[in-house]
């Protein structure tokens, strides 16, 4: 009975809703598979995933903050072979666009990640996580230089067909900058945010809360930097841009998608309450039909300033 | 696992700063093992904004016990509740303690809040197995008896009980316990599970404790709550997945 047209799209990538499931979040499906439909979910982003497993960081890794949450997971994962041998049977058996995301400390290694993964029909985009120290110079991150992050667009570009989504850091000036890059380099799409850095200290042990000192913020806290990290782009950049942070509820995706954003990512409230994505979605199919909007992507960029 | 809304049927103070939540949970009642644990998130709004763990203290029928002390501003919410209130609760979560091994005698060994998993976990020993429970605290007032069996005490300060801590009382009865296969039941904080595993270690007993890290989703997905294992150095196990309780062989604490 649905008269709402929820579909949009992020280049050559369908998707039934703009809802996703934000990578590190939902890890590679099975346990949130509980508790959420993933064949009704717009995509599913998988946990980011290196060349060889990860161990991460040791503990504490996460501590809560007012209205958001500090961690440093440090990229624990499986790596791509267990990922492919593994993990991917059990996503194969539903019919929800899986997008795999990749950390890697050089860019030979998003490469060869991406090679390795691209053969694989399940995986239907890429998602580069550009928050990740780069080795080879010096561990900065890409994803707070410009060049860089060109460098492995292009690169990572040149070995799939797929749609290739880059996620932004935020701790940069000028966030607009590195969308631009990215599609000067060939890039499908770009998503903002990844986690802001923070800290906490405990003040009667004067020790940090998570054992990394510096951790990445997540959480409703977070909301408002990511809407503006959104218009900007969407300002300075023709570009589809996926939303993400601090997401809790459907007026969240709507205000996401005014500002900008062709879809959306929940991560933080999966932990929280892992059946909130089914929820949203037909509160959204609501709000469309109260504001006679006919087809969700109407929204995007539809603000009035 | 479910996430089910459930009312609070009774809190009560059952000694100085330690309450007693009853629970109609009939979902959670018929599934959870002791040793298991609840997420719960204790309010709707975004602060607090994480679940907070709980272990199963007790189950009675269709009924479900938390026991806990105002920590926090989640403990403190949760302690607040009106009886009728409903509280959203995440669960059963994670393994629970392995009660199908050979042994004639249980033994508990908990420190502090440490005895909250032991009224069910006594519970469902009592009609097999002797039960003897050793329990720990600071001070008089943390030492937590409640529903346990053939106690002895112990207190830092010596105001109850043992002038010591916990485990050398434990290991001070070890030779009562001679002809016996125990296995012990542990749970309280990390440095007594460390003194405890070095003990059960030592005299080649089999020891399981219940282990506590900061989490966020509880159930597998987020990778909050590492802890090392000592078979694989090469990937830690997660609290909330593979324990909160383990076999003292098997992780580092
Ligand atoms: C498996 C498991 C079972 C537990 N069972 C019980 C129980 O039966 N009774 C009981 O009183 N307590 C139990 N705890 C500890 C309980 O979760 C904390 O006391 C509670 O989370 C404190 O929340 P708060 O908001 O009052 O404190 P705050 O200090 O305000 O909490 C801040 C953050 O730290 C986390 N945190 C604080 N203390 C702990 C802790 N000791 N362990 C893990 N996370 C913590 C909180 O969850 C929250 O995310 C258990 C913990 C775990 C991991
Ligand atoms: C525990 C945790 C782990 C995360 N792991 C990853 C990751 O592996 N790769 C990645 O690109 N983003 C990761 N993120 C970032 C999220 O995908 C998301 O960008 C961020 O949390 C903001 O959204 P939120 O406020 O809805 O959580 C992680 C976030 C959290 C909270
Ligand atoms: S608390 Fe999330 S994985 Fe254990």
Known sequence: MSKV????????????????????????????AEFVDLNKIGAIVTKSLSLKPRKGNPPQRIT???????NAIGLANVGVEVFLKEKIPFLKKYDVPLICNIAASSVEEYVECTRILNDEDTIKAFEINVSCPNVKEGGLQFGNNLSAVGRVTEKVRAVTDKPLIIKLSPNVSYIHEFAKVVKDSGG?????????????FNIFTRKPKVQNVFAGLSGPAIKPIALAKVLEIHQKVDIPIIGVGGIMNWKDIVEFMIVGASAVQIGTLNFIDPTAPIKIIEDLEKYCLQMNIKSISELTGSYII | MLIVNSPVKEIKEIQKDIFLQKIYSPEIAGQIKPGQFLNIRVSETVFPLLRRPFSICDVEGDFIYLMFNIFGEGTRILAH?????????LGPLGKGFNITDDFDLAVIVAGGLGSAPFPFLTRLLKDKYEVHSFVGGRTKNDVITYNLLNVQT?????????????VQLFEKNLPSFKDKRIKVFGCGPNAMLRALKEVCITHNINCEVSTECAMACGFGICQGCPIESTEQSDKYLLVCKDGPVFNVKDVII
């Open chain 2, 154 to 166: 112990a207190t830092d300060d010596g105001s109850l009980g043992f002038n010591g801590n916990v």
């Open chain 2, 81 to 89: 509740k009106h009886i009728d209130d409903t509280i959203d609760i």
């Open chain 1, 188 to 200: 499908d799409a770009v998503s903002a945010i990844n986690t802001l850095v923070g800290t906490a």
């Open chain 1, 64 to 70: 809560e903050t007012p209205a958001g949450m500090l």
């Open chain 1, 5 to 32: 047209d929820l579909s949009v799209n992020i280049s050559s990538l369908k998707l039934r809703n703009p809802i996703m499931l934000a990578s590190g979040t939902v890890g590679y499906g099975n346990e949130i």
